[in-house]
């Protein structure tokens, strides 16, 4: 991927505490387990046309037809040092723009993606600091109603310390991209404005260092339930301090688009949508939420160049070459 241009721009943003901090010149390899049994078919793969590139990025499937990541995966975004609070994302792209596979090794098979309907922006601000958080709605009834899903956790914040599963296509921390991977027992590091030097909205938490890498923008954490309880934003070095959105904060607004789609979709609302009681599970753990400061780095690579299509989308077969040419040069540390 190139580490400039259209597609590069709207890469993970990361945030440091200096604007003189840089990307480390050998990161640590992230080599989480491949999910070659489809362990986690909820975590799926987003491909978006941006102008000449094609942008990489992960996603989580809540509903059928219903996917959660991050607003840069879809829209365009600042690119180099940002400032956040000063670091505004701008429109979605069309939606016959954005592609989604379930597969774990994302292919070049149509049959293998589905097209979106539309795509739906977090409410209340536009800075990458705490509103990088989007929706993409699937065409008719997506991955259909048997499909594994990862309900958002709306209610319960993440803690300090709590365990949760990383899952994303992103970087290996040397070079492989594309293949979804997971890792288990990756610890909360803070939540929000406790994080210190870390620049977090309220609304995001910071995990342990080495659990996502470049190209996992949109990737997700899940807690010991399966539930979604953070999307990947931004990270400063390529697999460091990862920023993540958290769920409660968006309530509101996800029951909301979760409703729309169930009814575009026609099917019957989750229980998260509707606020029914969840299935008798054990009890998650608790923690309070996680604005923005000090300045802010595009760290290189939140979703790669790279793509697949569906029927009617010519631009991913066609863009190919050009694309996997693109991202041999100048990858350059974001997640």
């Not at 492989?176 to 210190?196: D, L, N």
């Not at 996992?216 to 899940?222: E, M, Q, R």
């Given at each position: 991927m190139k580490a400039r241009g259209v597609?590069?721009?709207?890469?993970?943003?990361?945030?440091?505490?200096?604007?003189?901090?840089?990307?480390?010149?050998?990161?640590?390899?992230?080599?989480?387990?491949?999910d070659s049994a489809e362990q986690y078919p909820m975590v799926v793969g987003l491909v978006t046309k941006k102008g000449q590139y094609l942008s990489r990025c992960s996603g989580t499937l809540v509903a059928p037809n219903l996917v959660l990541t991050a607003r840069h995966c879809i829209a365009d975004s600042p690119g180099g040092f940002v400032t956040c609070g000063q670091a505004p994302?701008?429109?979605?792209?069309?939606?016959?723009?954005?592609?989604?596979?379930?597969k774990h090794v994302q292919t070049d098979e149509p049959a293998d993606y589905v097209?979106?309907?539309?795509?739906?922006?977090?409410?209340?601000?536009?800075d990458t600091c705490g509103f990088d958080f989007a929706a993409v709605v699937l065409v008719g009834t997506g991955f259909g109603s048997g499909a594994p899903t990862a309900a958002p956790r709306l209610d319960f914040p993440v803690a300090p310390g709590e365990l949760v599963t990383a899952v994303g296509y992103g970087n290996t921390g040397s070079?492989?991209?594309?293949?979804?991977?997971?890792?288990?027992?990756?610890?909360?590091?803070?939540?929000?404005?406790?994080?210190?030097?870390?620049?977090?909205?309220?609304?995001?938490?910071?995990?342990?260092?080495d659990a996502f890498?470049?190209?996992?923008?949109?990737?997700?954490?899940?807690d010991a339930e399966g539930r979604l309880v953070g999307t990947v934003s931004r990270g400063i070095n390529p697999c460091t301090t990862p920023v993540l959105g958290a769920m409660p904060a968006w309530k509101?607004?996800?029951?909301?688009?979760?409703?729309?789609?169930?009814?575009?979709?026609?099917?019957?609302?989750?229980?998260?949508?509707?606020?029914?009681?969840?299935?008798?599970?054990?009890?998650?753990?608790?923690?309070?939420?996680?604005?923005?400061?000090?300045?802010?780095?595009?760290?290189?690579?939140?979703?790669?160049?790279?793509?697949?299509?569906?029927?009617?989308?010519?631009?991913?077969?066609?863009?190919?070459?050009f694309l996997f040419l693109a991202s041999s040069r100048g990858r350059r540390n974001r997640l």
């Open positions: 597609w590069a721009a709207l890469l993970v943003v990361g945030c440091s505490s200096s604007p003189e901090e840089r990307p480390g010149e050998a990161p640590l390899a992230v080599n989480g387990e491949v994302l701008g429109a979605a792209y069309p939606p016959e723009n954005v592609l989604v596979t379930q097209s979106v309907s539309r795509t739906e922006l977090a409410p209340g601000g536009d070079g492989s991209i594309g293949t979804r991977r997971f890792k288990p027992g990756v610890a909360v590091s803070c939540v929000g404005s406790a994080c210190g030097s870390i620049p977090a909205a309220e609304s995001e938490w910071v995990s342990a260092d890498c470049q190209n996992d923008s949109g990737a997700a954490a899940l509101a607004w996800l029951q909301q688009v979760g409703a729309q789609a169930a009814t575009e979709g026609g099917y019957a609302p989750p229980a998260w949508v509707t606020g029914s009681p969840p299935p008798p599970v054990d009890a998650g753990t608790d923690a309070p939420l996680p604005e923005p400061t000090v300045s802010a780095r595009d760290d290189g690579g939140g979703c790669a160049a790279s793509a697949r299509r569906t029927r009617g989308n010519h631009w991913l077969l066609s863009a190919l070459g």
